[in-house]
């Protein structure tokens, strides 16, 4: 479990219920389920009309990678130390000697950019095929990661209409003040919805993915530097100097 997405969205909403008891108020005072099916709903409809329905089943399911490690992709130390085993495995006995290997490799991009090795293609080829992936990979996450944040721009705005429908609610009862307050609170917490909703959870989500997104595809050049120059016959001496030169390049470029 990602701790730190875990803790970042508890001390968001502790923060505003402290903020809420230290003024006198209760937690009763900002639940209000109508607010709630106006920004919520109404966030969610806009949500869904912006991208197809393939870009919210993504979404859906990469929201698991904002709170829960991902177990099959590997750090940085291990694909560096296991390609400096395969280049001294591959200079001794051959590069159709890592055929053996790959069935241990559990991150898919890592067994197929190896695979690709050892059946001879071209590295020009391998460094096309794996770039394009990279690509693509990049685009589609990309997207899913965009739903999030189109849903915090939309969030606060419907939170505002939240509000003046409060108020319309207000006006329309002036005549009755057993009904004002009512009216009025639905007005503040529906825009207390929308601005909160956006910036502790839609938005850092959508942050967390990007950011994700881009150590996955850190690690994936790492591994297609590593795979051509064990294609090239290069040193694990050299392997190694020159992987963790380009991881500590591209660190310091973040």
Do not use: C, W
Not at 223 to 233: F, L, R
């Amino acid at each position: 479990m990602n701790k730190a997405s875990i803790l970042g969205i508890l001390i968001g909403i502790l923060a505003i219920l402290g903020g809420n008891a230290l003024e006198g108020g209760s937690a009763g005072s900002i639940l209000q389920g109508s607010a709630a099916v106006i920004v919520f709903g109404g966030t969610l409809g806009a949500t869904i009309l912006s991208f197809s329905g393939k870009d919210i089943m993504l979404a859906g399911k990469m929201m698991k990678s904002v709170f829960f490690e991902n177990k099959m992709l590997p750090d940085e130390t291990s694909i560096i130390s296991d390609m400096v085993r395969f280049a001294s495995k591959s200079r001794k006995n051959g590069i159709l000697s890592l055929d053996k290997e790959i069935a241990r490799l559990e991150y898919g991009f890592f067994r197929r950019a190896v695979r690709l090795a050892i059946d001879g293609i071209d590295p020009k080829s391998i460094h096309s095929t794996l770039d394009q992936e990279n690509r693509t990979f990049e685009e589609e996450s990309g997207r899913a990661a965009r739903v999030f944040e189109a849903a915090g721009g939309y969030a606060p705005t419907i939170g505002i209409i939240g509000a003046v429908l409060g108020l319309i609610h207000v006006m329309e009862n002036l005549s009755d003040p057993t009904k004002l307050g009512s009216g009025i609170a639905v007005a503040f917490v529906a825009t207390v919805y929308g601005v909160a909703s956006a910036n502790l959870i839609l938005l850092p989500m959508a942050k967390k993915m990007m950011n994700n997104i881009k150590d996955e595809i850190f690690l994936r050049e790492i591994i297609v530097e590593g795979v051509a120059s064990i294609q090239a016959g290069k040193s694990p001496f050299y392997l190694k100097e020159h992987l963790k030169a380009f991881a500590s390049g591209k660190h310091n470029h973040k």
